[in-house]
């Protein structure tokens, strides 16, 4: 994560100074490093290239990133810092005032879910056997 930090660092320092090389040379500061005349279009084309290429790998480990996220199925609570002070509940980790359908996370969400598919299905095999109890019963 430093590493990305350090990155992002040198990008914003990148288009500082791509920006300042875009400008009249006539508006630099006399004690301006920039160079001048051709060399400035020179640095300007370096300067530009350099970003970009920080620009695509900071994208890359970005997206890396978010890929290993998904792919170990890391609830995004585990990815938010609890607050100050913040001690877990002894029957478990949940949002505070977890009857409250806003206040729920991901995973309670999923659980409610998951559990009226359940209900669901149980209620839609019920109905089924008593149909087919009732046509052997219409037909004996």
Do not use: N
Not at 28 to 51: C, P, W
Not at 115 to 132: E, P
């Amino acid at each position: 994560m430093l590493m990305l930090q350090q990155d992002i660092g040198r990008l914003l320092s990148l288009a500082s100074s791509s920006i300042a090389l875009l400008s009249l040379p006539q508006t630099d500061d006399s004690d301006s490093t920039l160079s001048k005349g051709e060399e400035r279009s020179e640095q300007f084309v370096l300067e530009a290239s350099e970003y970009f290429e920080r620009l695509d790998a900071i994208q890359m480990a970005i997206r890396s990133s978010l890929a290993h996220i998904r792919q170990a199925r890391i609830a995004p609570s585990a990815l938010d810092a609890p607050p100050p002070g913040f001690v877990p509940p002894a029957q478990g980790v949940g949002l505070p005032g977890g009857s409250d359908p806003k206040m729920r996370g991901l995973q309670e969400e999923r659980v409610e879910r998951d559990a009226w598919r359940g209900v669901l299905d149980a209620l839609t095999r019920l109905r089924d056997a008593q149909t087919r109890e009732d046509d052997v019963e219409m037909q004996g």
